[in-house]
């Protein structure tokens, strides 16, 4: 039952540019996250937003949720080669126990 | 920080046996285990959640009877793909959740092929 939808599906940057991708999803959340994953590897945790906050921020990443329009932004600040991954939001539903639904995922290439 | 582990990473089998998957915390209690399934270039689709002592619960179109789990203990969690098939080939990834805490921590993924 994946709720949510992330676009770009892929995005190609130089090193040094930013990348942005957005998350949209469809019901009530407690949080939304956001993972990376290398090819074939399992997820990274990088940063969660609660559903009473706006945006957050964590080194090079810049997260905004804007409740109202059910959808969420990552930015990627000055990206290198070693950010080349896929990206996913994952949402908590309100009251569906705590489970992940996870975004279709942007995937991300940064060329040196 | 807390970590999960998943056996075996990789498994190749044939068409018709079964396949058991663990996920284990290691440093922590996990009162629920969550499982994943990752077709490739795919997002992750959660299969079932499983509570410790009880049973778990899966997502709509997932089979049960296909699907074993077991969560015997608040550190492991088993997967059993019962007489797998190609079309179950594919990367099976556990989390797990101590408490109410908003944060899962993922395992590494078992690749499963089924020749």
Known sequence: SQQGEEDPQALSIQ???NATMNC?????????QWYRQNSGRGLVHLILIRSNER?????RLRVTLDTSKKSSSLLITASRAADTASYFCATVPYNQGGKLIFGQGTELSVKP | GAVVSQHPSRVICKSGTSVKIECRSLDFQATTMFWYRQFPKQS???MATSNEGSKAT???GVEKDKFLINHASLTLSTLTVTSAHPEDSSFYICSARSGSTDTQYFGPGT???VL
């Open chain 1, 15 to 17: 090193e040094g540019e």
């Open chain 2, 58 to 60: 899966y997502e709509q």
């Open chain 2, 111 to 113: 690749r499963l092929t």
């Open chain 2, 44 to 46: 992750l689709m959660l």
């Open chain 1, 24 to 32: 949209s999803y469809k019901t009530s959340i407690n949080n939304l």
């Open chain 1, 55 to 59: 945006e957050k921020h964590s080194g």
